[in-house]
Every structure is written in C-alpha cells, then in structure tokens.
C-alpha cells in the first residue's frame, strides 16, 4: 500500500475483498432505484459541477485537525489498520473536527476522506473508534462518497430554492431518493465497521453511544437490545404510521434498530465465512450489476425482514403481497395455458 502499515496479528485481514462481501440487499437496491429517479442524473451532475471539491477539502484542513503520526497518533494506527483489513489503497485522509454534535461523515467525489467529531470520538474507546472508522471506510470502499456528497450538499442548498416551487419540489424529490438510498448504506457499511473491528461488543457500544450512552458501565446491552425488539412489536398500526412518518426524513436509521440488525449479521453464517476467507473479491467483480439483480436482491431481503416483522403494518403489507402475487401467478398461468 502507498503508507507504511503496522502489521497486526490479532485480526484477519480481508485481500481483495470486494463491497459485494459486506453491502446489505436492500443498499444494492436502493441505488438501482436511485438512479432510475427520472432526471436525477442532470441534477446530480449539476450539483457536483457546482462544487470544487479541493476548495471542500481545504475547508477541513483550515478548521479541523489532520490525522497522521505527529497529530492523534493513535487514530492514525486506526485508520492504518482498517485501510489494511479491506485492501483500500490510497488511504482515505482523517480529519477531527470540533463540533459537540455526534456524527462521522465521507465526503469527497474523486478523493474521499473521512471526517469524525469530537463528540462522537469523546464518547468511545478505541475499540469502537475502529468500528467507527471502518465503518467510513466502508463507505469508501463501496464508492458512497459521491452520492453522500451530493446528498449535503443539496440539503444544504434546498433552503435557498424555497422562492422556486418547481425547482425547490424537484430537489426535494432527489434528497428524498438519496435518504432512502443513505439510511440503507448505514447498514452495510455497519457490516464493513464490524469486519475491521471483529468486536461485535465493540460496535454495540457505538450504537449505545449513538442512542444516548454517556457512562457505558451504566447501560446494560442486553436491555438496549430488547428495545429493539420492542421498536418492532408494536401492535397498534397507528404506531406502525409513526415510524414511518419519524424515519423518512433521516439520514441514519434508528440506532437500536441498526444496532439489532448488525448483531444478526454477525451472529449469522456469512460473517463467520467472511472471517475464514470465504468471500467475494473484487477481481471477479462484474463492472457493473443489473437494475434487476439488485432489485429482485432487494426484494428478497424485504420479504425475508418482513416475515420476521411483528409490525401489524408490515404484517398486513407482507400479506396483501403475497395475495397480489398470487393472483397475478394464476393471471399468468392462464393467459399461458392458452
């Protein structure tokens, strides 16, 4: 790799291993369905023209601190070590920004680099600080950094296009479709957190911390996790419309919803293969995948998550889906019989 990385032996580490390893169905899918938004692509290539992304860069080396050996010695292991586990060559920069908000971001169109806050950082130990940065280069290593850029960038522009119905509409048409496609992301790249930190209790603390955890020896994980279960056994469909109404706004999903689905994903068999050396790597890589594979993938995954679901909302939806694909299987089946 273009720097010299600390070689560690107490984690597997991941050659070649292709974003196919670690993205979640339902991301795949919802970027196909992305990019078929009818004129989405004028208006991504508009706002990303509209940019310099060296003058965005620059803002974060005048305000925010670069990682590296002389400045958050220990983040810059970090971040060695996670470009290392998922084979990323160049390593994504890592800025540290002071900002009491808790988030991590990837911005950058042809040169990525992560950005994580204070708040965030002063919430977690290493451990899930590794978590946290593989998660990002995740994102990276997904190609995300492109959309999610756009994605602020837009949200910051909607504000100032409120005097222009048809353009404000337009836009928040395209925000609307890129949250879709971000709050999916989130759970692959939580997967990809998990591969670098291979500390599921590690990447727990973070959705702890995410959800409200300030002293973590005070929240005990397994009632977290029951809230969860909680979150998804509504029993009211007025419930179910809440949910709804609350989340499509977001750009995350619910922390202890992520935290559940990655401690699935983890208890489950194509973790444990990946860790063995089972898995895609990005030599076999098709250039491109189809509209409708990633789709009927996506489909799959609903369908699976959906029967799992105790949601009475979800539970009415999954059953008038197989009601119509009955019926349309008996419509098929006859105009074929003739």
Known sequence: MSEEIERSTARVRFPGISPRAYEHPVDRGALAVLRAVPGIGPVLQAVAGAFTERGERLIYVASAIRVGPKQYPDLDRIRLEAAAALDLDPVPELFVQRDPQVYARTLGIDKPFIVLSTGLLELLDN????????????????????????????????????????GFWAVRAVIAALLEWYRKTELSCDRAGLLVCQDPAAALRVHVALAGGMDLSQVDTAEFLKQAKEYEQVEDVRDSLLKLIKTWRSTHPMAVVRAAELQRWAAGEQYREILTGTYPRRDDDQPTSTFTEDIKSAAKSYKDSAQRSEDPLVKVLNEVGDVLVGAADKVRSKFNGQ
């Open 127 to 166: 451990d899930s600080r590794r978590f946290v940065i593989g998660h990002e280069m995740g994102h990276v290593l997904s190609g995300h950094a492109l959309y999610q850029t756009i994605l602020y960038r837009l949200m910051e522009l909607q504000h100032g296009l409120g005097w222009m119905p048809a």
